[in-house]
């Protein structure tokens, strides 16, 4: 019997000046664990007149999450925060009541040709939570906690698995985990998993129960604890997850909440501009004419 309770296929969509792969939410499963949202962003080749552009724009009730393969965004917010986010580091900024923010191609790389592909990614906060001060963290590359078993990489990016904890400061139990391997291996991991657990299927293949499966897809299981399985040659994964939360979430545009008079409210002060500014940004993100709170 297969442990799969969703097969999810990246449906494009468009992002600012750009196109990515939308995987979360999906209709019939809106959450994996906290994480609420993700997007695989190209890999895309733009050329010197070509940039990534995403102006400012708010948030409420989450954390997000960026973590680039290829190519550069510089990120800038309304807690004064302007870092240039590169491959294999974590930008972690945390909405909380509210965050604005923007996502550009960086300075010195917009006259020339250059490369972007990566994964955008929203981490709904706990009830108790979803009102806090805003905040950001960064965490480079080599401070991610990296180890090999049995011939098989492995990264944790966010959370907590297999012994090892990120340093990124999470809000709730979840873990988010890179698995790459260049010959083919069987996986067991699913004693150290909790919650509800996800692959994606970043490059490569994987074999579960017999089938095959390829990139650009999430692989959703019906019980963590059961995680196993064989990684192709060549092949990059991510695994993610975490306890989920009690309550139902809503989601409107780039809001996330508990309760869909917050979703209401947080609407209304964009609409009125009430949100803190970004300093040196002119310019806004206008709230979509249509939409509705899912």
Known sequence: M??????????????????????LPFRTKRMVGPFTFIDHMGPT??????????????????????????GSIMHRDSLGTQMEIQPG???????????????????HLRHSPKFLHGLQIWVALPKHLETMEPSFFH????????????????????????????????????????IKSTAKKTVKIGSSLFGEAAMYILEG??????NVYEPKRILVAKDASLCEFTIGE???????????????????WNFVASDKEMLEEAKQRWQDQLFPKIEGETGFVPLPVIGKVS
């Open 205 to 210: 293949s994987v074999e579960s129960d017999g």
């Open 45 to 70: 080749q733009l050329q010197d007149y070509e940039n990534f552009d995403v102006g400012p724009h708010p948030h409420i009730g989450l954390s997000t999450l960026t973590y680039l393969f290829e």
């Open 89 to 107: 580091a974590v930008n972690w900024m945390t909405a909380g009541k509210g965050i604005v923010h923007s996502e550009r191609t960086p300075d």
């Open 234 to 252: 060549n092949t990059t994964i991510y695994i993610f997850g975490g306890e989920p939360f009690p309550e139902e979430r809503f989601m409107f």
């Open 139 to 178: 965490a480079e590359a080599d401070t991610l906690p990296a180890w090999e078993e049995d011939g098989v990489q492995y990264k944790l990016i966010a959370g907590e698995a297999l012994g090892h904890q990120s340093p990124v400061p999470v809000y709730s139990p979840l873990f988010l985990l890179e």
């Open 2 to 23: 297969s442990n799969l309770s969703h097969i999810i296929e990246e449906r494009p969509h468009e992002v600012g000046n750009f196109w990515v792969g939308r995987l």
